[in-house]
């Protein structure tokens, strides 16, 4: 302030020199945002694209899901749980499970494991007795907790209040002998069940 008043064109300079700056911190300020508001935007637009892609190819349930030959239960066994895909596989040996004798010869089953009445997830007994629901000599039956509705290892239903046999899933057989089970593809279950097993030779 001294200086000022004692040059008044020193003051002068130094009021301009002071504006100056505060226009290049502006111009600074503004050029900053815009670079960062393009570059938040162009994040926005990739992940929308690749989520777009992602959708269009689901991993997991609603995909398909791959099962390797050392998890497909030999034919007889008891189905195996496969969780990735929410089903489960049962390998028929014979008729089995074909308790209305459709003509079921065997193979492959993907089972979704929803319950076709309310929805809960079926779990595979293997102790169960077939007395108790009217067919003795057969032990182990997929039974709902719910509300006890109960299925034949190849998901016929036979007792309880679903409408209908367990869904089915999409099941092709690979050249490796490993399975594509196809989550997005589900069949109404229906009393031809059995017949739609795949054969399966390993
Ligand atoms: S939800 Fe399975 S029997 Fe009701």
Redesign the pocket.
């Known amino acids: 302030m001294a200086a000022t008043q004692a040059n008044p064109r020193a003051g002068r300079i130094e009021v301009a020199r002071q504006a100056e700056a505060r226009k290049i911190a502006r111009r600074s300020f503004l050029r900053v945002s815009v670079f960062a508001g393009l570059t938040l935007g162009l994040g926005s637009w990739i992940v929308g694209f690749l989520g777009f892609f992602n959708r269009r190819k689901p991993v997991g349930f609603g995909g398909v899901v791959t099962v390797i030959k050392a998890s497909i239960p030999p034919a007889g066994a008891d189905p195996a749980r496969i969780s990735e895909g929410k089903f489960w596989l049962s390998n028929l040996l014979g008729a089995q499970g074909d308790v209305f004798q459709v003509g079921g010869t065997g193979g492959l089953l993907a089972l979704y494991w929803k319950?076709?009445?309310?929805?809960?997830t079926?779990p595979w007994n293997p102790n169960f007795d077939g007395g108790a629901v009217n067919f003795p000599g057969i032990i182990g039956w997929f039974r709902?907790?719910?509300?006890?509705?109960t299925y034949s290892r190849a998901g016929v239903r036979v007792y309880?209040?679903?409408p209908r046999p367990m869904d089915t899933m999409l099941l092709s057989v690979n050249s490796d002998g490993s399975l594509s089970v196809n989550t997005g593809k589900i069949t109404l279950g229906g009393p031809d069940n059995p017949l739609r097993a795949v054969s399966y030779n390993g």
């Open positions: 319950c076709p009445h309310l929805g809960c079926v709902c907790p719910c509300h006890g509705s309880g209040p679903a």
